[in-house]
């Protein structure tokens, strides 16, 4: 797998979010922040994207909008999700992984940071086992594009928790200049 790098050109066509709508990336006059997290119910991932969620104003009036990538069917996904603000697209097939080189690691488990945020996170959403061992160990990572598709920053976590704070992506746009 290869993995992307910044100032490389990102163009994907024919996203269907789980709610069936299409999906842009990029999109014009906007950031796009392309998440590609763990398993629908990964206890980690759900308390991570909460604070997505909380945040979710202040992410669009700074032009940003998030895509949220899942190794999981989108059937398992609406078992999951409650009225989440933003594009959920199901990967049973790894394929969108796979193209950004988005990889799965025995280490994804092994930091303490992941132990503690998963016993939070169980303990708040409960758990849903993933579907195959492959999701259980995915390791996460964040792009983030421009209105014309242009890699501006990237992240591939070394562990289940490694991932970029809603402050990570709003510190990374440039100038805050309009789009």
């Not at 959920?88 to 945020?117: H, M």
């Not at 086992?129 to 996460?140: K, T, V």
């Not at 709003?170 to 309009?178: D, H, I, T, V």
Request: glycine fraction near 6%; proline fraction near 5%; aromatic fraction near 8%.
């Amino acid at each position: 797998m290869m993995r992307k790098a910044i100032g490389e050109n990102v163009s994907l066509a024919g996203l269907i979010n789980i709610n069936d709508q299409p999906v842009s990336i990029p999109q014009d006059g906007k950031y796009t922040h392309l998440q590609f997290r763990r398993f629908a119910g990964c206890p980690v991932c759900n308390l991570h994207l909460q604070s997505f969620f909380r945040r979710e104003d202040e992410l669009k009036a700074n032009n940003v909008h998030e895509v949220i990538v899942f190794h999981a069917s989108k059937r398992s996904m609406l078992e999951s999700v409650i009225d989440v603000p933003f594009d959920l697209i199901a990967d049973p097939s790894r394929t969108l992984y796979k193209n950004f080189g988005v990889e799965s690691s025995w280490k994804a488990l092994f930091s303490c940071d992941v132990v503690k945020k998963a016993i939070k996170g169980i303990r708040k959403f409960g758990v849903k086992p993933p579907q195959s061992l492959e999701a259980e160990l995915g390791l996460p990572a964040d792009f983030l594009l421009d209105e014309t598709g242009n890699i501006l920053a990237v992240n591939y976590g070394t562990h289940a928790d490694d991932q970029w704070s809603v402050d990570d992506v709003l510190g990374l746009l440039p100038a805050r200049k309009s789009l």
